[in-house]
């Protein structure tokens, strides 16, 4: 089973920009599609960004959209959520789960898809 360890995370004044990365170990991700999560404490887990295992596709939730950019780097063996204009209301733990399903097809895994959780990367945004 894939490793996934996030990191990057830090402190940022809203507005500002991040970039998170989540780096994979034990065997390749490039055959899974990937997506970011985010929790904040007292609230559900959220759905991102994903991509596709080629990288072809991406999909975001529409509160980040035009905001946050996933993309990945398969000879790496990592991904990235690019994190621009961040607002106070997005200080969370971030994290990357992989699809379950291998060489998914044009599109991004379905809610439940994700398995491999990391430990997560802190996100805190001040005001």
């Known amino acids: 089973q894939v490793q996934l360890v996030e990191s990057g995370g830090g402190l940022v004044q809203a507005g500002g920009s991040l970039r998170i990365s989540c780096a994979a170990s034990g065997r390749t991700i490039s055959t899974q599609a990937m997506g970011w999560f985010r929790q904040a404490p007292g609230k559900e887990r959220e759905f991102v960004a994903a991509i596709t295992w080629s990288g072809g596709y991406t999909q975001y939730a529409d509160s980040v959209k035009g905001r946050f950019t996933i993309s990945r780097d398969n000879a790496k063996n990592t991904v990235y959520l690019q994190m621009n204009s961040l607002n106070p209301g997005e200080p969370a733990f971030y994290y990357c789960?992989?699809?379950?399903?291998?060489?998914?097809?044009?599109?991004?895994?379905?809610?439940?898809?994700?398995?491999?959780w990391g430990q997560g990367t802190q996100v805190t945004v001040s005001q």
């Open positions: 789960p992989a699809d379950r399903v291998a060489f998914r097809p044009l599109v991004t895994p379905p809610p439940g898809a994700y398995v491999s």
